[in-house]
T-cell receptor
Framework: GAGVSQSPRYKVAKRGQDVALRCDPI?????LFWYQQALGQGPEFLTY????????KSGLPSDRFFAERPEGSVSTLKIQRTQQEDSAVYLC????????????????FGSGTQLSVL | DQQVKQNSPSLSVQEGRISILNCDYT??????FLWYKKYPAEGPTFLIS?????DKNEDGRFTVFLNKSAKHLSLHIVPSQPGDSAVYFC??????????FGTGTSLTVIP
């Protein structure tokens, strides 16, 4: 497809369960971002990839969160031993920029994965 | 600490009138700003941007104004249409690898 695709659209997990969220960025986009959006809040940065390299993971809230993009296209965000506070919409975004820095760049977002941890 | 703030959670405007959405930021290193629009159950979509070398950027019915000394930007929509009803997010970048988002303003345009 032409846009950023995320799956699953909805995920319900029991507390303690591991989950994996998938993102297919726009073809040819070098940069890929993961954001977490809690209810009533704006998106908050989790991590950033340039091709397969994870250049910034400063936003990951704990070591239970892990992201990868092994071939520089599809990315997976994994959350181990989910907790109720992990409940949020997880947004993936991609951009064409490949040299770092975001001036004159814009992010293209997927529709997100809504994670509910019971 | 919220570096980008949208202090109005909601705004209602009559169709045909002007909508003004406001955004304040605290980090003087921010030099690129964007507005995103979000419909329910969809991801945010890019609306308009402005770099710090400008104080105004216009695209059709949408104009973004930047006041660097006040660390304030605003989005003007003229004339407002019912299809503009959505949540609007302000975002800022400091040339690093992150965009910082505000908490959003929900705009309702009343027919």
């Amino acid at each position: 497809g032409a846009g950023v695709s995320q799956s699953p659209r909805y995920k319900v997990a029991k507390r303690g369960q591991d989950v994996a969220l998938r993102c297919d960025p726009i073809s040819g986009h070098v940069s890929l971002f993961w954001y977490q959006q809690a209810l009533g809040q704006g998106p908050e940065f989790l991590t950033y990839f340039q091709n397969e390299a994870q250049l910034d993971k400063s936003g990951l809230p704990s070591d239970r969160f892990f992201a990868e993009r092994p071939e520089g296209s599809v990315s997976t965000l994994k959350i181990q031993r989910t907790q109720q506070e992990d409940s949020a919409v997880y947004l993936c975004a991609s951009s064409l920029a490949g040299t770092g820095g975001l001036v004159n760049e814009k992010l293209f977002f997927g529709s997100g994965t809504q994670l509910s941890v019971l | 600490d919220q570096q980008v703030k949208q202090n109005s959670p909601s705004l209602s405007v009559q169709e045909g009138r002007i909508s003004i959405l406001n955004c304040d930021y605290t980090n003087s290193m921010f030099d690129y700003f964007l507005w995103y629009k979000k419909y329910p159950a969809e991801g945010p979509t890019f609306l308009i941007s402005i770099s710090s070398i400008k104080d105004k950027n216009e695209d059709g019915r949408f104009t973004v104004f930047l006041n660097k000394s006040a660390k304030h930007l605003s989005l003007h929509i003229v004339p407002s249409q019912p299809g503009d009803s959505a949540v609007y997010f302000c975002a800022a970048s400091d040339l690093g690898n992150q965009f910082y988002f505000g908490t959003g303003t929900s705009l309702t345009v009343i027919p």
